[in-house]
């Protein structure tokens, strides 16, 4: 019972979210990053967030699929339709999950254009903390399941130091799937 109300929950979060960012009722795109503060630019290129806005949540929203290698997931834009059934999108930042990245201690790794996400564990003394799933009645491996893990942005133009959670929406073994980024600013 309690499996099935959380992820209901995480549903109703996902479609509200996709619903908040479809922006044309007729093939929407909901490109990742476009909830971002506005940026200016320093004297050197480097975009800077507005010193007089405060930087609310964030939340990025991609497609995600496997990569021909197998090695990592492959992360995209999304676009959805009238519906709001989400889909691979055309244009849009791109970047890349790796759950055994070496430049995060084997842990999970996501790069979303120059943003760096590093998964970290709930109990610092157990790496497998890091993930935590829902699947479908519970059986492990069962599809559509739901993997959520907390993430700190170790580099970024823009959300360096945000922590939050990135959760994977898989729809079904190897068929890719949805994924929302919710980010916290740094406490001031």
Do not use: H
Not at 88 to 98: H, Y
Request: hydrophobic share 40%; aromatic share 6%; glycine share 10%.
């Amino acid at each position: 019972m309690r499996v099935r109300l959380i992820t209901m929950f995480a549903g109703v979060v996902l479609l509200g979210a996709l619903a908040g960012l479809s922006g044309a009722p007729n093939d929407a795109r909901a490109r990742l990053q476009d909830a971002s503060p506005a940026a200016e630019e320093e004297a050197d290129g480097t975009p800077t967030a507005e010193s007089n806005q405060r930087v609310e949540v964030v939340t990025l929203v991609g497609w995600y699929q496997q990569d021909p290698s197998g090695d990592f997931l492959t992360i995209g834009p999304l676009t959805t339709n009238e519906a709001l059934v989400a889909r691979p999108g055309e244009d849009g930042l791109t970047g890349r999950a790796d759950f055994d990245d070496p430049d995060n201690n084997d842990l999970p790794r996501i790069t979303l254009g120059d943003s760096t996400f590093d998964a970290y564990p709930l109990d610092p003394d157990d790496a497998s903390t890091v993930f935590r799933w829902l699947y479908l009645n519970d059986e492990q491996g069962a599809r559509p399941a739901t993997l959520v893990m907390q993430i700190e942005c170790t580099s970024s133009p823009i959300y360096k130091g945000f922590t939050g959670t990135a959760t994977f929406v898989s729809r079904a073994s190897d068929a890719g799937g949805v994924l929302v980024i919710v980010l916290n600013p740094p406490a001031e």
